[in-house]
């Protein structure tokens, strides 16, 4: 049986960066395969908050995803933003931010880089990619 934290962390454990893991694993989940190799690599820019700690780059993939199921569902645009919205307050509720720097705070080194071998860094972004697949599922699922 298929489950959206596994199909995002698929990625997220074959070098994928936090947008692709979560766009790509929320499209196989649902059966949106038509395109997610282009999906894949127009998201290859966007992890570590787009390389700049700005916003995080599981939202970003969390919100591409979104945007790419509800695109084929007749919803109005109002409806749309509403889902966009929701997916944003449910992540944040989760780490009182949207930003990768703010979220990976305690790994940032004194030169302004992250500290990519400290083993809690990672379990904190693999927290975020579950956290925003499962959002979205959450999201999908009350529209």
């Known amino acids: ?17 936090c947008a692709q893991a979560v766009a790509c694993g929320v499209l196989e989940y649902y059966n949106q395969n038509d395109g997610l190799e282009t999906t894949h690599n127009a998201l290859l820019g966007f992890g570590g908050g787009m390389g700049e700690r700005s916003i995080c780059g599981a939202v970003t993939g969390g919100l591409a995803a979104l945007g790419i199921i509800m695109s084929k569902r007749n919803l109005e645009k109002e409806a749309k933003f509403e889902a966009f919205k929701k997916f944003r307050e449910l992540f944040k509720m989760e780490f009182d931010t949207l930003k990768c720097g703010e979220i990976l705070e ?16 990672g379990m904190k972004c693999t927290r975020a990619v579950e956290v925003a697949a499962n959002v979205v599922r959450r999201v999908i699922y009350e529209l």
């Open 1 to 17: 049986m298929l489950n959206i934290v596994n199909e995002a962390s698929k990625y997220w454990n074959q070098e994928s960066n």
């Open 106 to 121: 305690e790994f940032i080194l004194p030169d302004g880089s992250i500290d990519k071998d400290h083993p809690n860094r």
